[in-house]
């Protein structure tokens, strides 16, 4: 009888690649600076350096999926006017100033939103909200970064042709990596 | 789900008939319930400590149809639906919440031995079926696999009470999202 228990066992575990077993989801939350977009005076962008996390360099080589993804901060509208923000990234490393120079720019890819603040008023997302928001391109454009030379610059925008005026404070961009050991 | 519940267990009155010259086939129905936890789920690899391995827990609910038609081997199609718990994180000086999984599956254990007979019965076994994990967010519809091993015995007769430790992981390519629980079950024998 323990013998068969044994049999039964190794039989099951044995149709399992190694790497099923042995992955787990690691989660690496990458602060991002305080970001101000003005449809007059321009935007914020900040270059995120994936390799500058030790965890992501650690696990860089099994890296096999992007499991969970959240864009985290404060979000403040200093318009009257509610607001739709928009989080793009270029996969290439860009310092874009404009709305107009981040659009023409053919690397660009919308990450996530649309996010409403209302006007004169200050909303903390919810993670759960948060996750809900990212678009399919920018989870592929992300995923691709991350098995790639991990460089990409990061925008949040407003609506284009509207004008807006918005900052985000306490930002954070928080990648939960399957990786397989 | 029930007409999948009952598919399976068609399957495996199927598949055990064909040995059943030996013998009247078993059938059974039982409940259980119980903890599962997530196991290296979201973990921080700079500041990981052996408690962070394990997620915050849920409950688990869930039937099984235990068909025993040849002598080792107890088919056991079953249903199962777990909860788990919210994770709180303070990320840039801000709490946020994670919502936990909310999981539903179903699929067909196979069990060494027949946990329903008289006495003390010590079995292992393993499973294959269909996990859906979903969250704001994020769902995921895979393969299961899951294994683990039970201490069943029989107050009464046609009763049986078991209880089981089990892993069990949803392969989503090349990972998995692997869990580990506890659940007491009570069984009643239907036939012979």
Same mark, same amino acid.
């Given at each position: ?23 787990? $989801?690691? $989660? ?10 003005? %449809? ?11 390799? %500058?996390? %030790? ?42 100033? !404009? ?30 909200? !948060? ?28 609506? %284009? ?5 918005? !900052? ?14 | ?7 399976? /267990?068609?399957?495996?009155? +199927? ?14 129905? =039982?409940?259980?319930? &119980? *903890?599962? +936890?997530?196991?290296?789920?979201? +973990? ?53 919440? @994670? ?13 060494? &031995? ?11 076994? +393993?499973? *294959? =079926? ?12 895979? /393969? ?40 007491? &079950?009570?069984?009643? @024998?239907?036939?012979?």
């Amino acid at each position: 009888m323990r013998r068969h228990a044994w049999i039964v066992l190794a039989l099951g575990l044995g149709l399992l690649p190694g790497c099923i077993l042995t992955s787990g $989801q690691i $989660q690496i939350n990458f602060d991002l600076p305080n970001f101000t977009a003005n %449809s007059v005076t321009g935007i914020d962008g900040t270059t995120i350096d994936l390799n %500058s996390q %030790s965890e992501y360099q650690d696990n860089k080589e099994k890296l096999k999926d992007l499991s969970d993804l959240a864009v985290l901060g404060k979000f403040t509208n200093n318009s009257a006017s509610a607001v739709n923000v928009t989080v793009w990234i270029t996969t290439t490393e860009s310092n874009h100033k !404009s709305e107009a120079a981040l659009m023409a720019d053919p690397t660009r890819v919308q990450l996530w939103g649309p996010f409403q603040v209302a006007g004169n008023a200050t909303k903390t997302i919810d993670w759960n909200a !948060s996750a809900q928001l990212f678009s399919t391109a920018g989870k592929a454009a992300l995923l691709a970064e991350a098995k790639g030379d991990g460089n990409f610059s990061i925008y949040a925008i407003g609506p %284009s042709g509207a004008a807006y005026d918005f !900052s985000v404070a306490n930002g954070n961009l928080v990648l939960v990596i399957d990786i397989g050991i | 789900m029930m007409k999948r519940l009952v598919m399976l /267990t068609v399957l495996a009155l +199927v598949l055990a008939s064909g040995a059943a010259q030996a013998g009247p086939i078993g059938v059974g129905i =039982g409940v259980f319930g &119980g *903890l599962s +936890v997530p196991i290296l789920q979201n +973990v921080s690899a700079s500041s990981f400590s052996p408690g962070d391995a394990f997620g915050k827990g849920g409950t688990q609910l869930g039937v099984r149809v235990p068909v025993h038609a040849i002598p080792i081997i107890t088919f056991e199609p079953y249903y199962a639906k777990a909860s788990y718990g919210d994770r709180d994180e303070t990320i840039g000086g801000i709490t946020y919440t @994670r919502e936990g999984y909310d999981s539903k599956s179903f699929g067909v254990n196979a069990l060494l &031995g027949n946990p329903d007979g008289s006495g003390f019965h010590f079995f292992p076994y +393993v499973g *294959l =079926g269909k996990t859906k994990l979903t969250r704001t967010g994020e769902e995921i519809n895979k /393969t299961g696999y899951n294994f683990g091993f039970g201490l069943g015995m029989s107050p009464a007769q046609k009763i049986s009470i078991q209880i089981r430790s089990e892993f069990s992981m949803v392969v989503t390519g090349d990972t998995s999202r692997k869990f580990g629980g506890i659940n007491a &079950g009570v069984s009643y @024998r239907l036939l012979p």
